[in-house]
């Protein structure tokens, strides 16, 4: 297996790091050939596994993930930036050499394309591994389901159906609050709504995720579009279902496309 | 290595460091004549990002920042927001802060020490490797790591970007007994860390006394984290909010990360553990205070590969201090201190477990970042590392181009840089004429 990285903030490798209990047994079972945070010890492919953590950004990682996939039997994409271009994609919607000038004084040193992309925009991806971040009981699911041979368990239901397994109290009917449970897929253990605040769709867009009605919903007295649109459009904004949706809704966006 | 006196070295990317990066070291006569760290991490841009954005949403936002140390970057902006906001927050809330940055300092400096930095003590490749070696060390540093954790997920909701931290305080605060079902592991923690602090100190470390500029902040009453001055070893001493004044970031062509200098005398200087423990020997906990004494070394300490002893002292202080903070708990109302957008400034440093953090933004009257400025603590280690091994590499010439890419990285390492903070790390290659 090989772990790589492209833009992101390691948060989900680091997902396999705090398996605490089973890193030993996974480094047993498995050989870890490439894992530059873990590892000095550095093998070149083909791998059988690739896990791959961030979003294309750069000319150079546009061709570095062509290589990655080239020498990859199964190619596991882990976390928001990989699997929807993560919170760095909120560039789609802005101007490149505004962001570039907002940050360096010497935007002429830095290589960057205008766009953050998902992996799967580039290669083929075998399996995706939805949350920012993963969930490491999900991740570990998903080594042993390779080597099994079987296909990962990863459910695809939305955060209300867990809220509902934790006992937490709808906060979206009780408090009346903005929360994305209802179109967000489970994964992360209906966290927010369980300490009070609403969900901020962190894994992702859930299994045939009604947003367009949920937005409306909101949108009747609960909430302005200038409230919903930077909800919908954070780690996830260029998963497809959000940013349709947020894309509608956009008072400031003309005929609904983006970058 | 060719025949006359050019060669040219490469190793192609640093490990065991968070985030990418590489290292270019140009030598004439195997004299060094210069040395660049190079972040190759692909930029994000979150200043730019932030702007426009609901400024409560910044906490979730500055977090996906670093995946290893994301409540310095929730605290940070908190607490600068709040002074922009004009918000003042209770001593409970205060405390439950210090309790959630226990957490990160031992989940951050475990993974750090046990998965990342000894196993080159020891000449291993990774943690797994040392592990054979080692059964009962590692699974002892994974023990506490997990610990961290768990007073993570409690605290935080989750220890990878935690939920729970809100301008104004935090989304819901813990029952007291909550807290109390973390006390036996805390306790076990505690014993582990202390293990941990004498092992280390046992290191064999190389002799590389410097002379630095040691930065960090310092509060009478506690060991610093949330709150305090920032003070150095050559005599500053100023309020957080003077930090741009006396310090500034710049960009150089061979990093996506920017460096930040001292200024107006554009000298290099040293944050992180060392360096807090150095200025701050007084306020450390009880424990952490005696093993001080203990661990044979002679305090203040310029020896950057002893950084891991400081670690592992700031460990047991954070173990120390949670137990402490939690049989105080008497439950925190309100959770989270109300308050109302307006047109506004603020800045804040605190101490993620790397080193000094520090943020600025600028808010809207309807409630909406204007501007945000991000200095983390790699971005300030930078230039010290570069001119560390400016002096360091002609001792390592001697054993072949691999040795000197490894001695080169164990130093590195020692930093503990975490390069995808380069909002903006290492590639190896030596260049000799």
Request: glycine residues 6%.
């Amino acid at each position: 297996m090989g772990v790589f990285k492209f833009a992101s903030c390691d948060g989900c490798q680091l997902q396999l790091l705090s398996c605490e209990d089973e890193l030993l047994s996974i480094a047993d079972a498995i050989d870890i050939v490439h894992f530059l945070e873990a590892s000095s010890h550095v093998e070149p492919g083909p791998y059988d596994v690739a896990l791959v953590e961030g979003s294309i950004t750069t000319n150079v990682d546009r061709n570095r993930i062509l290589e990655v996939r080239k020498h990859s039997k199964y190619l596991v994409t882990i976390g928001a930036c990989a699997t929807a271009g993560g919170i760095q994609a909120l560039k789609n919607w802005g101007d490149r050499s505004d962001y570039l000038r907002a940050v360096y004084a010497r935007p002429e040193y830095i290589e960057t394309l205008s766009t953050s992309t998902a992996i799967a925009d580039h290669v083929k991806v075998d399996f995706e591994l939805r949350g920012c971040p993963i969930n490491r009981l999900q991740l570990i699911d998903v080594i042993l389901s390779l080597l099994a041979d079987r296909a990962p368990r990863t459910p695809r239901h939305s955060v209300c159906l867990d809220c509902k397994r934790r006992g937490t109290v709808c906060i979206a009917v009780a408090q009346d609050a903005v929360c994305l449970g209802p179109i967000t897929q489970a994964g992360c253990g209906a966290i927010c709504p369980a300490y009070q605040r609403g969900c901020y769709g962190c894994f992702g867009p859930a299994a045939q995720p009604n947003c367009d009605s949920l937005a409306d919903w909101y949108l009747a007295g609960r909430a302005t579009p200038v409230e919903l649109v930077p909800l919908l459009r954070n780690f996830n904004a260029n998963a497809p279902a959000f940013r349709e949706c947020g894309d509608r809704i956009d008072p400031f966006l003309d005929s609904g496309g983006t970058t | 290595m060719t025949g006359d006196t050019t060669r040219t070295i490469q190793v192609a990317a640093l490990t065991r460091v968070e985030g990418e990066g590489a290292l270019r070291i140009y030598l004439k006569d195997n004299r060094v004549t210069d040395v660049q760290l190079s972040i190759y991490e692909p930029p994000r841009f979150f200043e730019a990002l932030l702007r426009g954005r609901p400024l409560e949403e910044t906490p979730d936002i500055t977090a996906r920042i670093c995946g290893i140390c994301p409540i310095a970057y929730q605290m940070t902006s908190i607490h600068a927001l709040e002074q922009a906001l004009g918000i003042a927050i209770t001593p409970e809330i205060r405390a439950l802060r210090r309790l959630l940055y226990c957490g990160e300092w031992i989940e951050s400096h475990g993974v750090h020490t046990h998965l990342l930095h000894i196993p080159d003590f020891f000449r291993c490749s990774s943690s797994i490797e040392l592990a054979k070696r080692f059964p009962k060390e590692v699974i002892r540093g994974l023990r506490l790591k997990k610990t961290g954790n768990r007073l993570l997920e409690l605290l935080g909701g989750r220890a990878v970007h935690p939920i729970n931290a809100a301008v104004g305080g935090f989304y819901r605060a813990p029952r007291k007994a909550e807290l109390h079902t973390l006390t036996d592991d805390l306790k076990q923690g505690l014993q582990d860390a202390i293990d941990v602090a004498r092992w280390v100190s046992s290191f064999e470390y190389p002799d590389f006394d410097r002379d630095y500029e040691m930065v960090a902040m310092h509060h009478p009453e506690e060991y610093p984290m949330n709150e305090g001055r920032i003070v150095s070893t050559k005599g500053l001493d100023i309020a957080a909010n003077e930090f741009e004044q006396h310090f500034e970031e710049r960009h150089v062509a061979h990093s996506t990360a920017l460096q930040c200098m001292r200024i107006p005398a554009n000298t290099a200087y040293f944050v992180g553990p060392l360096a807090r423990v150095n200025l701050n020997p007084s306020t450390l906990s009880p424990s952490a205070k005696q093993l001080m004494s203990e661990v044979g070394i002679e305090w203040p300490c310029f020896n950057p590969y002893k950084s891991i002893v400081a670690r592992a002292l700031e460990v047991v202080h954070a173990f120390e201090e949670a137990l402490q903070i939690i049989a105080d708990y008497q439950g925190c109302s309100p959770a989270r201190v109300s308050y109302a957008p307006r047109q506004g400034e603020g800045c804040w440093a605190t101490e993620a477990p790397r080193g000094l953090i520090y943020h600025r933004y600028a808010t809207t009257e309807d409630g909406k970042i204007a501007f945000a400025k991000i200095v983390p603590p790699t971005s300030q280690n930078q230039r010290q590392i570069e001119l560390d091994l400016a002096d360091y590499i002609p001792s390592v010439l001697g054993g072949g181009d691999s040795e000197t890419a490894l001695a080169c990285e164990r130093l590195i390492r020692s930093y503990d840089p975490c390069i995808s903070c380069s909002t903006h790390f290492l590639k190896l290659e030596i260049n000799r004429q």
